[in-house]
């Protein structure tokens, strides 16, 4: 039987995200023939892609995929979705054009903005894409906000919302031991966990006029964020320590809020089968590319490097004894 879909190669197949690229590929009618990362532990491809090739090595990978596009039997890979650490994002879209392949890359794209402004001139070049997971922008209580929001604006163009956006995933050592631990390698907290929620912020709110970074902790990081109808307080979190004593309580170790004007924008559900809507979209040549991604690319290197306030009094209720704490 002559198979009709796309070939995809996978760097970066070992990371907690990858079987979410896994289950997306293979749900499109697509499949993965070639296989790459440093740690052999990924065995999960089995219940995928069985008949992928798999390699440790960068360079082996390489030259399997040229093989494959000089064969010219359609087995050429058409697409490579990159699952690597975030500083390497840049380097393996960069292969993944040059080898006359689109590129789907998980978030952040790149660690600095200067990066993805590069990444244009060769997209350019090699008449390929290069696709992002913004996979919020897809999420129904998300998209209903964004029209709730833009219908308050144009009847009132003076609209003002009060905004709190709270997320801790709890991580353990090994995760500060890891490349995420790492701001150079990760982007730091705000864009190793944060970076879609604030393109999500700007996509329903649109450009930021200005900001205020409390505190950016190792584990933590709170600010304010003013947009022309929004003033968004938010705090990021790694450490379980800050979870709400109901969730403790729970045994849960996640905990995401987003309220406007005090109420609380449900949004828990739905996102497992984001990452398959992401590549629906792509396949049909209506992924997000870089003019997309760049906003909160640029936003979350100002958080960055932006001066912390070390405020007595931090803007978001979450960020006073625990962001002390954390110090």
Known sequence: MTFSGSNFALIGAAGYIAPRHMQAIKATGNRVVAAMDPNDSVGVIDSYFPDSAFFVE?????????????????????????????????????????????????K?????????????????????????????????????????????????????????????????AWYFASWKGAETKSGGIAANIGVHFFDMLLWVFGPVVSQEVDRLDWDAGSGTLVFANAEVRWFLSVNADHLPDGVKAKGQRTYRSITMDGDEIEFSDG????HTESYRHIMKGEGFGLDDALPAIHLVHDIRTAQQSGSTSPSHPFADDRQTAAG
């Open 58 to 106: 960068f360079e082996r990978f390489d030259r399997h995929i040229d093989k494959l596009k000089r064969r010219g039997d359609g087995s050429a890979v058409d697409y490579v979705a990159i699952c690597s650490p975030n500083y390497l994002h840049d380097s393996h879209i960069r292969f993944a054009l040059k080898a006359g392949a689109h590129a789907i890359c998980e």
């Open 108 to 172: 952040p794209l790149v660690v600095n903005p200067w990066n993805a402004e590069a990444l244009k001139d060769i997209e350019a070049e090699s008449g390929k894409k290069v696709n992002t997971i913004l996979q919020l922008r897809l999420h129904p209580s998300i998209i209903a906000l964004r029209e709730r929001v833009a219908a308050a604006v144009a009847a009132n163009p003076t609209a003002k919302f009060a905004v709190d956006l709270t997320y801790i995933t709890s991580r353990g």
């Open 271 to 274: 996102f497992t089968d984001l």
